[in-house]
RNA sequence: GCCUCGGUAGCUCAGUUGGAUAGAGCAACGCCCUUCUAAGGCGAAGGUCAUGGGUUCGAAUCCCGUCCGGGGUACCA
């Protein structure tokens, strides 16, 4: 990550002074340019070894020749030097000092706007399924889908996050056989649980019962496989599927309302979360679809029928295994309705490009949906993108529902909103705020916390969350960011009491020091961060890039004095870059959907 | 079995297209608040980059083998 626009310049000059030389042209373009080791002099540094051949001489004198052209030739190069081979630029501060005046004074720093034809790039993420309230690896999946959708629209595309709710299907009905049995009429209103958690204690209830029956009929001498076919349970939630996809009045009215609930519970946590949809679909109004393409693919013969009814794909030619599409029974699988949702997506949408953000776990499902579109004729079908991402590990491994290892995603939120309490309460950090304005600061503490931790990591990578410790609010984490934030706007406050705003009233000949070169040269990279993050998919950058700058910024504000400087013009350029900080720490930590105090 | 992803400090993670002496945080140890917020700063300590080969001026990074771990390979989603 260098800054682009000297970075450009060196690049074409370092490969024109080859050419004048050594006369041999160089593709400025393979010129490596990279920041300067931080205990060597210089801001960039070019490495020689690539022109060795070219000038047939010793590193070290060709190093100080291109050094010595370029000293010559471009105005930024206020000197350099040459350390074991490598040829290290000291940029002169006013260019430094302009480049600071630039971002200052661009409101939208590091951002894109998107024009009326901007591609535009359709988002899906969530995608829960409404038997069960939502869980950590959730969590990861809606911070990460909600914040690509940010840095894609940093980046000027046009986007709409859109939502499949698999509302149908084997597991919700589970849920809605264990409610007629064992529910006794309980609703969220009677019993004062949320929605999801209400539906979410049946389904773990039907499986209790279901295992039971399996054991049971084992001991009668079935066979395990017989046994989970023929569990009464199972057969019973079958049934209801069935019931369902005929639209049994009776069915599909206990199916809406158990829905209904969890819907209002999951509205409860994605707000608490602070994520959104701008089209949400149904797997109920999506399967039908589905399974129409799937029947037009079986009467073109892209698919085939076998003898119990069911209908397959074959896809051996393309290195794969066969897939089912229907069941014998004529219900449809995930990878039916997922094929009906993509159809309908791009017949409402304008979509240039298609976003799944799915776990890694079902990168073979995304990679036969791909295959499958494109064999049903869909040009886009090849297009589509798999944002793939790790899971969340438990100390004691995966997740498992039903051994009771979730972590649930209100309990967490709740759980780290009381932490922060806590420990404000404890610093005495908040006196003089009403409860009200307290509690906002706590939540925006414990969700930055929480988020931070989670997108701080590479969204490819499986990464370890431990319930048993709550997540810090120390070192690399976000309160340690927003912290950073409520200073400099302390400070932004008090100037502002005497009378002093930031603005660009000092020349591009002030003296600054090492620590504010080195914080403007990081300000500079804010948009480099933010197309970056973009095109690899990963708030991870973004987090990287912010941590780093507060770090800087942290140091500065220990070792400078900002207000009781003497000389106006040093006070107004250390609000200058105090404030363009902050700027970029509200920006950076809101592509990540977290938000900063003004005080904390 | 096959496919696929991964292995960096005690722990959690960075490490750009191959570049200089592999970096942070946490934990543990020392220091710094009469001065703009100490949820901060500074110092010291901590490494056979799983392992064996190869490619080259140069490898944590690229290639091959081995070991270990995750995920997938369902008429689950």
Same mark, same amino acid.
């Given at each position: ?20 030389? #050594? ?5 400025? !373009? ?35 020749? +291109? ?5 010559? !030739? ?102 809605? #056989? ?14 004062? =649980? ?15 019962? #279901?295992? !039971?029956?399996?054991? @049971? ?64 679909? #149904?797997?109920?109004?999506?399967? +039908? ?122 309990? +967490? ?24 304005? @307290? ?48 200073? =400099? ?20 000949? +002030?003296? =600054? ?88």
């Amino acid at each position: 990550m260098t800054n682009m626009l000297i970075e450009q310049i060196i690049k074409e000059k370092i490969a024109e002074a080859v050419q004048q030389l #050594y006369g041999q042209e160089f593709d400025s !373009q393979k010129v490596q340019v990279q920041n300067t080791r931080k205990d060597v002099e210089g801001d960039l540094t070019v490495v020689v070894f690539p022109f060795l051949r070219i000038s047939k001489k010793s590193p070290e004198l060709t190093a100080s020749e +291109l050094g010595q052209y370029l000293q010559e !030739q471009v105005e930024e190069v206020a000197s350099f030097s040459v350390v074991k081979g490598f040829l290290n630029f000291t940029i002169s501060t006013s260019y430094w000092i302009n480049q600071l005046a630039e971002a200052f004074n661009d409101s939208e720093f590091g951002f894109t706007k998107a024009m009326d034809d901007s591609p535009l790039v359709m988002v899906e993420y969530s995608s829960p399924n409404t038997n069960k309230p939502l869980h950590l690896g959730h969590i990861r999946n809606n911070l990460l889908g909600f914040s690509l959708g940010e840095m894609l629209k940093a980046n000027g595309k046009k986007v709409v996050k859109t939502n499949i709710v698999n509302d149908r299907g084997i597991h919700i009905c589970k849920s809605m #056989y264990a409610w007629q049995q064992w529910g006794e009429g309980q609703t969220p209103e009677s019993t004062g =649980i949320k929605g999801d958690h209400l539906v979410g204690n049946f389904y773990v209830l039907f499986d209790k019962h #279901y295992k !039971q029956e399996i054991e @049971a009929l084992i001991s009668q001498g079935l066979s395990k496989e017989e046994a989970e076919q023929k569990a009464p349970s199972i057969v019973a939630a079958r049934e209801l599927l069935l019931k369902w996809e005929a639209k049994d009045p009776e069915t599909i009215e206990l199916w809406s309302m158990m829905n209904q609930w969890v819907y209002d519970g999951f509205d409860v946590t994605y707000k608490e979360l602070g994520v959104d949809f701008d089209k949400i679909y #149904y797997e109920s109004e999506t399967y +039908l679809e589905g399974k129409a393409e799937v029947l037009r693919g079986l009467e073109e013969g892209v698919f085939e029928q076998r003898d119990d009814s069911s209908v397959w794909a074959d896809l051996v030619e393309e290195g794969l295994d066969q897939k089912i599409l229907l069941r014998s029974d004529g219900t449809s699988v995930y990878m039916t309705q997922d094929i009906g949702t993509a159809k309908l997506r791009f017949k409402d949408f304008d979509i240039d490009k298609m976003v799944y953000v799915v776990g890694n776990e079902q990168n073979y499902h995304f990679q036969v949906l791909s295959i499958l579109l494109d064999k049903l004729g869909y040009s886009w079908g090849k297009g589509l993108h798999h944002f793939s991402y790790g899971m969340v590990e438990l100390p004691h491994g995966k997740m498992k529902s039903r051994e009771g290892t979730v972590v649930d995603a209100d309990d +967490l939120m709740a759980g780290m909103i009381d932490v922060a309490r806590k420990t404000s309460e404890e610093l005495g950090k908040l006196e003089g705020y009403s409860e009200e304005e @307290a509690m906002e600061t706590y939540k925006t503490i414990a969700l930055g916390a929480l988020k931070y931790f989670i997108l701080k990591v590479d969204p490819k990578k499986n990464m370890l969350f431990n319930p048993e410790e709550s997540i810090d609010f120390n070192g690399n984490t976000g309160p340690f960011i927003q912290y950073t934030y409520a200073r =400099i706007r302390s400070v932004l406050r008090k100037a502002a009491d005497k009378g002093i705003h930031p603005s660009i009233s000092f020349d591009a000949s +002030l003296q =600054i020091s090492e620590k504010e070169t080195e914080l403007i040269k990081t300000i500079s990279l804010y948009p480099v961060a933010v197309a970056e993050a973009a095109e690899a998919y990963s708030p991870a950058v973004i987090a990287n890039y912010v941590y780093n700058l507060v770090k800087e910024y942290n140091q500065f504000y220990h070792d400078h004095s900002i207000l009781n400087e003497s000389d106006e013009q040093v006070v107004n350029f250390r609000l200058v870059l105090s404030a363009n900080v902050a700027k970029i720490v509200k920006s950076g930590m809101g592509l990540m959907g977290i938000s900063v105090p003004e005080r904390m």
